[in-house]
């Protein structure tokens, strides 16, 4: 779900409308992307809400147990991968009685597609065993919670805790830590150190979808490799010094 490419000449209009003027790279520019003032900040993300107003997650789940599901299967794999495996194991399992039920090998041959899908396997087999044992079968609404079950870091809470229950949480995956450091937006050296960074700088009306617009927007244009700076619709906001514009 790529954001529609803007030209270079819309980009330059919406930030002359913003009443921001675009970026002369200097001999002296430090390799380093200066730190967006919040003006900048403001408009960056009316821009990616303007194109995207009601950004989802790309993985597919049917509830809130098949989400953190999915989360868990998602680490170090793609969110199309995951999709292709748990089709058809959501049809079959929504619940952590009904993957108690399946049992290890039958999840196993569901998933086994997936990276380390021995492991992530036993993760949700352990995982459901304590919903259902402490949880009455729920997803706790509670990150302390979340974060003590097998497999659930940080960043799955934060996912969860943001698409299932509409909390301003921003998971701070591969893609977020990369266009946060290159924008300039929240630098910061570790994946915990961008999260707080964002919490200070987000604005208020942007905080519910931010995780979404920053991952999507590097998933599709702030590629790693690659990024497509040319059809950047932030390109004269972004302070990234290495970014080529042609
Ligand atoms: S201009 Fe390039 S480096 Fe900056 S956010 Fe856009 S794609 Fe990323």
Known sequence: MAPPPKTPASRNAAGKAAGLKARKPS??????????????????????????????????????YTLLVAVVLSAQATDAGVNKA?????????????????????????IKTIGLFNPKAKNVIALSEILVRQHGGAVPRDR???EALPGVGRKTA???LNIAFGEETCAVDTHIFRVANR?????????LAVELALEKVLPKAYRRHAHHWLILHGRYI????APACPVCPIADLCGYTAKVLA
């Open 222 to 225: 702030c590629k790693a490799r």
């Open 27 to 64: 001999a002296k520019q430090s390799t380093k992307p200066a730190t967006l003032s919040r003006a900048r900040i403001e408009e960056l993300f009316a821009r990616l809400a303007a194109a995207n107003p009601e950004p989802r997650s790309e993985l597919e789940y049917v509830n809130v």
């Open 86 to 110: 748990t089709r058809a194991l959501f049809a079959q399992v929504q619940t952590p009685q009904q993957m108690l039920d399946l049992g290890l090998d039958g999840l196993k041959a569901h």
């Open 158 to 160: 934060n996912v969860v």
């Open 144 to 146: 302390a919670a979340l």
């Open 183 to 191: 924008l300039g937006l929240a630098p910061g050296k570790t994946p």
